[in-house]
């Protein structure tokens, strides 16, 4: 899985249309960091791990939803990943890693610091901005944007664009 893939799949753990949340316990967020990779051993999280790893999502998915020019608090969202990254004491490691970032901290910290690594990664490697939210408020869904020239701002033309551009359209003809 790429990293962007790794963000996408992150973000989307709570679906706003269907109103799921896979993140619906400390259990549920252990099960959920494992499955990725991103903890191993026998780890227990808390409710204060829970809120910290929500946090950190809606942070992403602010940052997300910039990409398709919805106006956010791009401070805000950045201070959470900025703690994040703190609390998870990420540092560079030459000796066992080949001068990769590594977090120094354990257990669910550590987990939520690689999903950190893996933004700072997809801004290095440019996939960044085309990783995206669907501006659709109800929906927020964040996909990759493979559109040639980058400019897709739902996550399916097919639902949510659609549903705005006869929304756009019936704004426009009402005043007519």
């Known amino acids: 899985m790429t990293t962007t893939e790794l963000i996408r799949e992150f973000v989307n753990t709570k ?3 269907e109103d799921e949340e896979k993140l619906g316990s400390p ?7 494992a499955t990725q990779a991103l903890m191993r051993g026998d780890v ?10 929500i946090e950190l999502r809606e942070a992403v998915r602010q940052l997300l939803l910039e990409h398709t020019g919805v106006e956010v608090d791009r401070d ?12 998870a004491r990420i540092e560079l490691c030459f000796e066992r890693c080949s001068g990769a970032l590594t ?7 550590a987990a939520l610091g690689r999903l950190v690594i893996a933004v700072h990664g997809a801004m290095v490697d440019g996939s960044w901005d085309r990783l995206k939210a669907c501006r659709a ?3 927020e ?8 020239n980058h400019s897709r701002a739902w996550c399916s033309m097919k639902s949510c664009g659609n549903r705005e551009k006869a929304r756009a359209f019936r704004e426009r003809h009402r005043h007519h």
């Open 141 to 148: 869904w964040a996909f990759i944007d493979n559109a040639r």
């Open 44 to 53: 227990q999280a808390t409710s204060g791990d829970l809120r910290r790893a």
């Open 103 to 109: 977090p120094a901290a354990t257990g669910v910290d």
């Open 76 to 87: 805000a969202a950045s201070g959470v990943l900025d703690r994040t990254a703190r609390r």
């Open 137 to 139: 408020s109800d929906c």
């Open 15 to 17: 679906d706003l249309l």
């Open 27 to 33: 259990a549920e967020l252990v099960a959920w960091l």
